[in-house]
């Protein structure tokens, strides 16, 4: 592998790293605020490229515009999945709701797929088919504006965690429900604001990398399975080591299918079968200690 390579494989890495991330995060709020791995995180993805291509397809409207009610439809998406099916069965147990998670990702891609299509359909770069090159590698426009939107998403996420009232009661909820109740915070407003971020989260995850890679039905199914990798680097809650293991699982995905293309989706569950062995090592290390 030449060094023009290494670089061009570097890049492409930190493009579907930074996408990962986006997915994974929305993991990562929904599992703090709510205990729940919502397992239908990748249809939100699906949604976001698959109404942009909507709208832009039969509309004049401009294409930021398209892209941001976009965002409204498929948050509002995230807000009904909480209310009609979540919230019903709140006090079921953990795996019952994720199941529901479950069904509600294949009812999504079924009425996509029954009311859009299930062909793969494009949306136009964002400011056209540019590229340039650095060090040997072919950077284009709309990767740059992946990476960039990404990160600013992030950091966005982390601050309003960190630094807002809405970020203090949602992380209050994660801690302890009963107590944030008692200091007169709506675990229930907590619980849907979280589906409403993560749902944003995923539909801008699907808006970024549809012109790269085309918006199509099936495509939440393998961008929410790497999102969900991710997540469980950081162990779903820690945002500085989730976004770190997105980015580094982009770049090793990028670079093991250079060299086993075949095998390119598999080193993501290859990745999370070693997170899930070494966190349970540690947590019977942990058990052992105590």
Known sequence: MSSDQLVQYLFTGLTQ?????????????????????????????????????????????????????????????????????????????V??????????????????????GKDPVPIPPFTGNGAFTVLGATVTYQSLWV???????????????????????????????????LMGINASNMSTLSFLISAALGSIGGILIAPLAFAQVTIGVSLGLKGFVAAAIGGFTNIPLIVAGALGLGVVEQLGGATISAYKDAIALGVLLLVLIIRARWLQTAAGSE
């Open 95 to 116: 795996v019952t709701l994720i199941i529901i998670t479950i069904g509600a990702s294949i009812f999504i891609r079924g009425m996509v797929g029954e009311f859009i």
């Open 17 to 93: 790293g930074s996408l990962y991330a986006l997915i994974a995060l929305g993991f990562a709020i929904t599992f703090t605020v709510t205990g729940i791995i919502n397992f239908a995180q990748g249809e939100f993805v699906m949604l976001g490229g698959m109404i942009s291509y909507l709208i832009l397809d039969n509309t004049n409207i401009p294409i930021g515009a398209a892209f941001l009610i976009s965002i409204i439809a498929v948050s509002l998406t995230g807000v009904l999945l909480e209310r009609l099916a979540i919230r019903p069965a709140r006090n079921a147990p």
């Open 147 to 181: 990476i960039g939107i990404a990160m600013v998403s992030v950091i966005g996420f982390y601050l309003l965690l960190s630094r807002t009232m809405i970020g203090k009661a949602l992380r209050a909820c994660s801690i302890n429900k009963r107590a944030a109740s």
